[in-house]
C-alpha cells in the first residue's frame, strides 16, 4: 500500500469525524490581575504543625499524585491503541477504495460486452447464426456472463457497506482517543498540582526539619516492615526464582539509582509500574503497562508462594507496584524526589501478589 494514499485515507477520515462532532468552546484567557485589589492574606507558616502531621500530609499528596500517574498511563496505553486501530481503519478503507474501482472496471466491461452481444433478439440470433451448436454455446456463455455481472455488482453494494462502517468505526475510535486526550491533560494536572504542593510543603521546613521529616519517615517505614516480618512471613517465604524471573529482577536492579520520574518507562527514568513492565519485557514476557492492569491482568499468588521477580501491588486501589527480590525486600520506584531503590516489602499495605510468568 502506497503511503501517500494511506496518508489521505487518515486524512480524510479525521475530516469527517472533525466536522461530525460538535464544535469545542474554549475558555478566554485568565484576565490580567487588578492592581487594586487587596492581597490574600499570607498562609501560615507549615512549622506551625506538628511534623508527624506534615509527614502524612506530604504522604497523602504523593499518593494522590499516583493515583493521577496510573490514570495517566493507563490513557497512554488506550491511546496508542486507538491510534493503532485508527490506522488499521484507514488501511482498510484505501483497500475497500481500491477493490470498487476494480469491480466497478470489471462490471463495466461486462456491461459493454453484454450490449455488443445482445442487441439482436434471440430467434434472430440462431436463424443469422450458421452453426447453432456455438450459437448455444454462445448464449451459455452469455448467461454465465449476466450472472457473473450481478455477483459484481453484489460484491461491490457489500464493498460500499463495508466502507460506511468503516467510516462509523473510525468517528467512534477518535471520539474515544479524544476522550483519551481529556483524561490525560487531566491527570497531568492533577499529578504536576500534587507534587508541587508536596514540594511546596517541604520547601517551607527549615534543614533541620527537613532532616527530622526523613527520620520520620524512615522510622515509620521501619515499624510497617517491621510489623510485617514479625508475622513470621518470611520464614513461609521460600520460593525461588524462574530464569525469567532471574532477569526481571536483574534489570530492575540493574536501574537501582535511576530518578523517579511519573509516566516515565526507562532508560533513564522510570515510575512504579514503569520499571516493573520493563524489567519484565527484558526478561522477554510482556505485561500490562500500568500497575492497576498488572494486578487485573495477571494470575495472583499468595504472599507465602512468591519468589523473586513475583510483583507486589500496593494500596486498595492498586496504585503502586514493587518487585520482590527476596529476603523479604523489593525493588520499587518509590515517588518524585526518589530513585529506584531497594526497601523492605511490608513497607506500605499490600493488596497481594502478582506473578508474570505463572
Sequence with gaps: MQPRRLA???????????????????????????????????????????????????????????????AYNQAQEQTKLQSAEIVKIAQEIVKGEERIKRLKDQAGAAARLQYRTGGLPFGAQMMLSGNPDGFLDGANRLRQGQQATQGLLAELNRTQQDLAQYSKDASAQWKKLEANRVRKETAKKEITGKIAAAEKLESQLEAKERERLAELERQQQYKAQTDWLSSGILKEINGRASEQGRKAVKFATDQIGKPYVWGAEGPLSYD???????????????????????????????????????????????????????????????????????????????????????
Design 8 to 70: 489521505t485515507a487518515i486524512t480524510v477520515v479525521c475530516a469527517l469525524t472533525v466536522l461530525a462532532m460538535p464544535a469545542t468552546a474554549f475558555a478566554a484567557p485568565n484576565p490580567k490581575p487588578d492592581p487594586t485589589a487587596s492581597a490574600a492574606p499570607p498562609a501560615a507558616p507549615v512549622t506551625s504543625k506538628p511534623l508527624e502531621d506534615v509527614r502524612k500530609e506530604i504522604d497523602e499528596l504523593y499518593r494522590q499524585a499516583a493515583v493521577a500517574t496510573e
Design 272 to 358: 512504579c509500574s514503569g520499571l516493573t513492565s520493563q524489567a519484565w519485557l527484558a526478561a522477554g514476557r510482556g505485561i500490562p503497562r500500568t500497575s492497576q492492569e498488572q494486578w487485573a491482568q495477571l494470575p495472583h499468588v499468595a504472599i507465602k508462594d512468591m519468589r523473586p521477580g513475583d510483583l507486589i501491588i500496593y494500596f486498595a486501589d492498586a496504585t503502586h507496584v514493587g518487585m520482590y527480590v527476596g529476603d523479604g525486600a523489593i525493588v520499587h520506584a518509590p515517588r518524585p524526589g526518589r530513585n529506584v531503590t531497594v526497601a523492605g516489602a511490608g513497607t506500605m499495605p499490600i493488596l497481594g501478589v502478582v506473578r508474570p510468568d505463572k
